[in-house]
């Protein structure tokens, strides 16, 4: 048997004709930019984040850079990020004009470290911007004290936690606003590329909603400096026809973390996450660690199952960051896990032979 790492087809095979529709729906009517299809997927799901606004932009990256600039961030102002991380969360600092202050993340979870976080700040200050890496919650108790406390925005980057919980509140309706993709491989992906952000703040979400449209509140008409950066209407119709689906989908993640976390268990040299209390994950990804990586991702392909690692180079140590000055050693904790973690396959339909065969493989890979 091989097993893909990743493979949309059971999801997309389940809602074909509603897929189907949203195509002839969206070609029959014509209309194709910032249309009824956006404006509906945003009130959708800016309600099922549990939030006032949702400001569908062209994807991710464009979300984070967006909120930062709406929150009209000077070039001395300090935001600071984690350590480990998609390099997307630190490029959209830098292209928002602010400073990037990195701090090292919680050994447990991959997570960024409130403690960290608290040491780190400056009268420079402005911005915390938590990810939710693997689809799973950081601690936002600890960031949500340390940030009122200096009196900080805390940003959400929820680009792979989408229907996450965190003491039975979704993730991105906690902080000033949060960042989505919709990037195929994600738990709501479109069919191409797409992001929106999500913000409970009247000011900022209609500060967004001009700069993402050339800073235009109508046409030829530019109140302020904006870009071009509109979530399409043909993948907000095809978002539509997912989200229903997206609990029912993030259960079916959650079994098959739980299959999962009983193979690496039982393996002496592997471990896994470790989700804090109250947090609800929705395994976008599932990272295992483990020093012999290479090895393991070796053996696994030979019993044809496929692997990833995320992410193998932090930020501070790519091309593009070393004029910041870092080295190695300058985030020990992020650096291991780069070293040592590698993600086994998951996504909603996979069969139960399929997950019984990555667990068997994972145990005799390992032992």
Request: proline share 5%; with cysteine; glycine share 8%.
């Amino acid at each position: 048997m091989r097993i893909p790492f990743f493979n949309p087809q059971p999801m997309h095979q389940s809602i074909g004709d509603a897929l189907d529709d949203a195509w002839q729906n969206t070609k029959n009517k014509g209309d194709f930019i910032l249309g009824e299809k956006v404006d509906t997927f945003e009130r959708a799901f800016a309600n099922y984040c549990g939030a006032t606004h949702c400001l569908g932009v062209a994807n991710g990256l464009d979300a984070i850079t967006l909120i930062l600039r709406g929150l009209d961030l000077e070039a001395e102002d300090e935001v600071i990020v984690p350590a480990n991380t998609f390099i997307a969360t630190w490029l959209a600092v830098e292209a928002a004009g602010a400073k990037v202050v990195p701090v090292d993340c919680e050994a447990n979870s991959g997570n960024i470290s409130a403690v960290a976080v608290d040491a780190a700040v400056t009268p420079k200050t402005k911005a915390v911007i938590a990810v939710h890496l693997y689809g799973c919650p950081a601690d936002m108790d600890g960031l949500l004290e340390v940030t009122a406390r200096h009196g900080l925005w805390l940003i959400e980057d929820a680009a792979q936690a989408h229907g996450a919980f965190y003491r039975e509140k979704r993730i991105g309706s906690f902080g000033i606003a949060s960042a989505f993709s919709f990037y195929p491989t994600k738990n709501l992906g479109a069919l191409g590329d797409g992001g929106a952000v999500v913000s409970n703040d009247d000011r900022l979400a209609e500060r967004i909603r001009l700069l993402r449209n050339y800073g235009s509140s109508s046409k030829y008409h530019h109140e302020v400096m904006g870009v071009n950066s509109r979530l399409d209407e043909l993948q907000a119709a095809f978002l539509l026809a997912k989200l229903p689906h997206l609990d029912s989908w993030n259960a079916e993640r959650r079994a098959i973390a739980t299959a999962y976390d009983a193979a690496i268990d039982a393996c002496a040299g592997l471990k896994r996450l470790s989700i804090g209390n109250g947090s609800e994950a929705v395994w976008h990804l599932y990272p295992i660690q483990t020093p012999d990586r290479d090895r393991l991702a070796q053996k696994l392909a030979e019993k044809g199952v496929s692997t990833m690692v995320h992410y193998p180079t932090p930020p501070h140590l790519q091309p593009s960051f070393e004029w910041l000055g870092y080295s190695k050693g300058s985030f020990p904790v992020a650096e291991k896990i780069s070293q040592e973690t590698l993600s086994l396959p998951i996504w909603p339909g996979m069969s139960a032979d399929e997950i019984q065969h990555v667990t068997g493989s994972v145990i005799s890979a390992a032992g």
